[in-house]
């Protein structure tokens, strides 16, 4: 089968196409499948650099976002059988999506909604257990609450708008104006353009001083030391951006501030109530742009190149 490779580390030009062996159905709970798109994530081009070699032995194929065919199965697979379109998140650590076929447990899959292309279907499962983990599990976002998404435009934020705008919040968050009307589409009730206006004064302004309820970070930087500034008293800021650097933290204590950090989800149970706000039509995965198989060191080019020729918004897509 075909397959991107990565034998060394580095930058996008390590991802090579080669042809690898096909992976066969050899355990009792095992499903082989046909993959039709793979998404592009951070933590695909994190582990192309490096980031985590421990966990890792080269040559590694990376990609944590899977939507395809069943092809075949173990003797002890009752619930999926060939021909049955399935998405899910693969295994953090093991053979990734960017190949023809992948080896996943059953316990892994999640069946695609109908109405969903292999495109869109590949964009929701990381981002979309990730999004759950971070606004209900642990910001306990409800109805009534307000919340800040840094970086609305981005894979996360994309959906995190929709998704917050179901639970019943008012969604504040920031992008560029070129983006607005998009944004507004997805459920934003408040753009603020962070290029041309202070994202603090402006949550400051709109709130009456109070702050919001909820601050999503997905852009790091500063970010969880100066967003207490736009945060209530007792509010919640959930990050999922690993911290590089030291940061003083004295703003979120004057906030009675609650933290919570989240690794980036690879959960079936996460991505059910995912799919069920897909289904029913109010949140759909949000297509930056696809690239053939073949062509996966443009799409890593894209997704971390801060010099874009336009702005990014939502997920790169792989096809296959």
């Given at each position: 089968m075909k397959a991107v490779v990565i034998e060394n580390y580095g930058g996008p030009e390590v991802l090579r196409l080669k042809e690898v062996p096909t992976p066969s159905v050899t355990g009792h709970s095992q499903v082989l499948v046909r993959v039709r798109a793979a998404s592009v994530n951070p933590l695909d081009y994190q582990v192309r650099r490096g980031d985590y070699a421990p966990l890792f032995n080269l040559p590694i194929i990376t990609g944590h976002d899977v939507a395809g065919d069943v092809i075949a199965v173990g003797e002890g697979v009752k619930k999926w059988r060939p021909g049955d379109k399935v998405y899910y998140s693969p295994r953090f650590g093991g053979p990734g999506s960017y190949a023809e076929y992948h080896l996943t447990d059953e316990s892994s899959l999640s069946a695609m909604p109908d109405h969903l292309s292999y495109e869109e279907a590949a964009a929701a499962p990381l981002v979309g257990g990730t999004v759950w983990?971070?606004?209900?599990?642990?910001?306990?976002?409800k109805e009534g609450d307000t919340i800040l998404i840094p970086g609305g435009a981005g894979g996360v934020g994309s959906l995190a708008i929709q998704v917050a705008k179901s639970l019943g919040a008012f969604v504040y968050t920031t992008g560029q104006s070129i983006l607005q009307a998009q944004l507004h589409r997805l459920g934003a009730d408040v753009v603020i353009d962070h290029h041309k206006k202070n994202y603090i004064e402006e949550i400051q302004a709109h709130t009456?001083?109070?702050g919001v309820d909820v601050i999503i970070d997905t852009v790091g930087g500063s970010t969880l030391s100066d967003s207490p500034l736009a945060l209530a008293d007792y509010g919640r800021i959930v990050t999922l951006v690993d911290i590089a650097l030291p940061q003083n933290l004295i703003h979120a204590w004057?906030?009675?501030?609650?933290?919570?950090?989240v690794f980036t989800r690879q959960s079936r149970e996460e991505l059910h109530p995912i799919t069920s706000l897909i289904e029913t039509g109010q949140v759909k995965p949000v297509i930056d742009s696809v690239y053939p198989?073949?062509?996966?060191?443009?799409?890593?080019?894209?997704?971390?190149?801060?010099k874009r020729d336009r702005p990014l918004l939502g997920k790169i897509v792989l096809s296959l």
């Amino acid at each position: 089968m075909k397959a991107v490779v990565i034998e060394n580390y580095g930058g996008p030009e390590v991802l090579r196409l080669k042809e690898v062996p096909t992976p066969s159905v050899t355990g009792h709970s095992q499903v082989l499948v046909r993959v039709r798109a793979a998404s592009v994530n951070p933590l695909d081009y994190q582990v192309r650099r490096g980031d985590y070699a421990p966990l890792f032995n080269l040559p590694i194929i990376t990609g944590h976002d899977v939507a395809g065919d069943v092809i075949a199965v173990g003797e002890g697979v009752k619930k999926w059988r060939p021909g049955d379109k399935v998405y899910y998140s693969p295994r953090f650590g093991g053979p990734g999506s960017y190949a023809e076929y992948h080896l996943t447990d059953e316990s892994s899959l999640s069946a695609m909604p109908d109405h969903l292309s292999y495109e869109e279907a590949a964009a929701a499962p990381l981002v979309g257990g990730t999004v759950w983990e971070m606004l209900v599990v642990r910001a306990q976002l409800k109805e009534g609450d307000t919340i800040l998404i840094p970086g609305g435009a981005g894979g996360v934020g994309s959906l995190a708008i929709q998704v917050a705008k179901s639970l019943g919040a008012f969604v504040y968050t920031t992008g560029q104006s070129i983006l607005q009307a998009q944004l507004h589409r997805l459920g934003a009730d408040v753009v603020i353009d962070h290029h041309k206006k202070n994202y603090i004064e402006e949550i400051q302004a709109h709130t009456k001083g109070r702050g919001v309820d909820v601050i999503i970070d997905t852009v790091g930087g500063s970010t969880l030391s100066d967003s207490p500034l736009a945060l209530a008293d007792y509010g919640r800021i959930v990050t999922l951006v690993d911290i590089a650097l030291p940061q003083n933290l004295i703003h979120a204590w004057e906030r009675n501030a609650t933290y919570h950090f989240v690794f980036t989800r690879q959960s079936r149970e996460e991505l059910h109530p995912i799919t069920s706000l897909i289904e029913t039509g109010q949140v759909k995965p949000v297509i930056d742009s696809v690239y053939p198989i073949d062509d996966a060191q443009s799409a890593h080019r894209r997704i971390e190149d801060a010099k874009r020729d336009r702005p990014l918004l939502g997920k790169i897509v792989l096809s296959l």
